[in-house]
């Protein structure tokens, strides 16, 4: 199992993904969040995921739709859907886990 923290940022909410996969390429996904937006986002995973078709398909993939049919506004660009794509592919064995972080910060010019 796979398991994924992600601090979304100003809004201060909070998730975690869990990832399973028995053959290293279908994922099933279990999400808990603070964020109403991002628990109605986790409605669209109930079946596995397949990791290979997912990479290979990229932003037209079924996390990175339905994050964009899901986060409207100033939730388009929320950090969840790119921790939740990682995820798969790691836990699909497409990708090995490591840390992925920003930091941004006000630099005075």
């Given at each position: 199992m796979i398991r994924t923290t992600i601090n979304a940022g100003v809004c201060g909410f909070h998730t975690t993904v869990a990832a399973r996969s028995d053959d290293m390429q279908m994922v099933r996904l279990e999400i808990e969040s603070e964020c109403e937006k991002i628990r109605g986002?986790?409605?669209?995973?109930?079946?596995?995921?397949?990791?290979?078709?997912?990479?290979?398909?990229?932003?037209?993939?079924v996390v990175l739709k339905a994050s964009r049919a899901h986060l409207k506004g100033c939730c388009a660009g929320c950090a969840v859907p790119s921790g939740i794509f990682k995820t798969v592919q790691v836990a699909g064995g497409v990708a090995l886990p490591a840390p992925v972080s920003f930091t941004m910060e006000r630099v005075e010019e």
């Open positions: 986002l986790a409605e669209a995973f109930t079946v596995p995921i397949d990791a290979y078709h997912e990479i290979g398909d990229g932003s037209d993939g």
